[in-house]
Nanobody, 124 residues
Framework: QVQLVESGGGLVQAGASLRLSCAVSGRTFSSLAMGWFRQAPGKEREFVAGISTVGINTYYIDSVKGRFTISREHAKNSVYLQMNSLKPEDTAVYYC?????????????????WGKGTLVTVSS
């Protein structure tokens, strides 16, 4: 069973930065594509960023391109989301996700494992 544990959320002002971390256990980390989703109050969960199994390919939604960076560190079985220039509309619960591939992760129902989420609140 794969376990994903997020950390790093918090309350910040607009323009600030946060770094989310996700620690992965229970399965060979290098076999998993990793990603971050978010769910704002009253909205559906949306895919934010993803990284392929070996970290060569990344994907971002348009609204975070140039501001967010996803990375993975195999030595620590961890994936990160560096979030810069945060905006109030980035406020959401952020979930770490794992799937067989980046393509699978982006498909409906493609995520195999979820973390419990970490709250990011950006004040204006």
């Amino acid at each position: 069973q794969v376990q994903l544990v997020e950390s790093g959320g918090g309350l910040v002002q607009a323009g600030a930065s946060l770094r989310l971390s996700c620690a992965v256990s229970g399965r060979t980390f290098s076999s998993l594509a990793m990603g971050w989703f978010r769910q704002a109050p009253g909205k559906e969960r949306e895919f934010v960023a993803g990284i392929s199994t070996v970290g060569i390919n990344t994907y971002y939604i348009d609204s975070v391109k140039g501001r967010f960076t996803i990375s993975r560190e195999h030595a620590k079985n961890s994936v990160y989301l560096q979030m810069n220039s945060l905006k109030p509309e980035d406020t959401a619960v952020y979930y770490c996700a794992a799937a067989a591939s980046l393509l699978t992760m982006r498909a409906p129902g493609g995520v195999g494992y979820w973390g419990k989420g970490t709250l990011v609140t950006v004040s204006s």
